[in-house]
């Protein structure tokens, strides 16, 4: 946004940052907090401090740089009072959104930063990987909790643990046990429950979605086609055992019934199992497919005996009328709730705003432009992202017709902050 727009909307952000910064304790931390949002908030082509200090009149480097930097304050108090704005701001929630996202780096130095997939670029390459959870309504998401992905190299190497200032504490986790983690945090904050939807490298992971059925969590998974199903209940009663010997705790392999592929599996439903489906209005009209369902019993580890809790899940799949084969495929649990297929089709298509998300977080915050290269630097850049990211929001949702805030006496409507 312009000089001008922020200095109209100066009241409005002080009073949005009033509670958020309050756990930063000095009142100059909140000062340099202040100073650090309107550089993300203005425009300019590099969200790094020194560009940023040349816009932001009154700013300093040195003071920014130890501000995000070395300054202690707790990341983890502001993500919660953020959390809390941000479900009050996005009325009507929908989903919890699990994502993942690359930083590209050029340097070695930088924490966590390895050879692996970065999904920024779609190849393997030199990056960070961050996991994040966005609260999100039918119409807008919001980051509210970030986990810095720390590839095995890094917790073994204690020299370059320590130049980045790990924390003696962390220890490896995958990508599956960070989105665990950030989804435990937002239950322990006690936010409103919604469905979890992510994508295939983590609906692919059978234990992922035993750990949400244990949560009592809801969730709309993406899956890859060759993940194996049964389409009848595994756990049938078994041939009675021997009368000598020890009683079988399982089945043998030939009791079980045959899994097949989803591909496979959708590929033999009749005609009549699809339904054409239009779940959103879209910029070019409805948005609309054929969708079918099934229910199935997921059949992960049964060539090798392994004897995973087989609980029941629906298997959606997407097969537009124009395309030689299915598309897209999700499992979905419903913790016992009863729900039609629109709906179903329209949580498990809720991704979209997500990379919504990253695109603006990218390109009009920064949101991997940080530059330094420690652990707390990093958290605390992300997190500041996150505050002008709701902020934009709660702007945004103002220029609607059916907003519900009520302005303050004396304020007036201000343009689009994003322009």
């Not at 020194?50 to 502001?78: C, H, I, K, N, T």
């Not at 369902?293 to 995973?308: I, L």
Request: proline residues 7%; aromatic residues 10%.
């Amino acid at each position: 946004m312009t000089p001008k727009t922020l200095k109209a909307l100066d009241r409005r952000l002080q009073r949005f940052l009033e509670d958020l910064l309050e756990p930063m304790g000095r009142s100059e931390r909140r000062h340099w907090a202040r100073v650090y949002l309107e550089g993300l908030l203005l425009d300019g082509e590099r969200k790094s401090i020194e560009p940023m200090a040349a816009r932001v009149a009154g700013a300093d480097v040195q003071a920014l740089r130890q501000f995000v930097g070395q300054s202690p304050w707790e990341v983890e108090e502001v993500q919660r009072r953020l959390a809390l704005q941000v479900v009050d701001l996005l009325s009507e929630p929908e989903v919890w959104i699990i994502d993942e996202t690359a930083f590209p780096k050029a340097g070695e130095h930088s924490v966590g930063v390895g050879r692996q997939y970065c999904g920024t670029l779609g190849k393997v390459a030199n990056c960070q990987v961050a996991v994040s959870l966005h609260w999100s309504s039918a119409e807008a998401s919001c980051p509210i909790l970030w986990r810095l992905y720390l590839p095995k190299e890094w917790l073994e190497d204690r020299e370059r643990a320590a130049e980045v200032k790990l924390p003696p504490e962390v220890s490896y986790r995958s990508k599956t046990e960070l989105a665990l983690e950030v989804i435990d945090r937002a239950l322990a904050w006690e936010l409103p429950r919604l469905p979890i939807v992510a994508d295939s490298y983590y609906g692919n992971d059978f234990g992922f979605r035993q750990a949400l059925r244990e949560r009592r969590l809801s969730y709309a998974v993406q899956v890859e086609p060759t993940t194996v199903v049964w389409t009848e209940d595994p756990n049938r009663p078994w041939p009675t055992p021997k009368q000598r010997g020890r009683p079988r705790q399982y089945p043998p392999l030939e009791a079980l019934p045959q899994p097949q592929n989803l591909r496979a599996l959708a590929e033999q439903l009749s005609a009549s199992a699809w339904r054409t489906v239009s779940w959103r209005q879209g910029s070019r009209g409805p948005q609309r497919s054929r969708f079918a369902r099934v229910p199935v019993w997921a059949a992960h580890g049964w060539r090798k005996q392994q004897h995973p809790p087989r609980v029941a899940e629906w298997l959606l799949v997407e097969w537009p009328q124009e395309s030689e084969q299915p598309t897209q495929y999700w499992l979905t649990h419903w913790d016992g709730q009863s729900v039609g297929l629109r709906r179903f089709v329209r949580i498990a298509r809720a991704r979209w705003r997500v990379e919504l998300d990253s695109r603006e977080l990218k390109q009009e915050l920064g949101l991997d432009h940080y530059e330094g290269r420690h652990w707390l630097g990093w958290h605390h850049h992300v997190c500041l992202v996150s505050i002008a990211y709701a902020f934009l929001r709660s702007e945004q949702a103002r220029l609607k017709k059916n907003f519900w805030c009520d302005l303050a006496d004396g304020e007036e409507e201000t343009p689009n902050p994003t322009h």
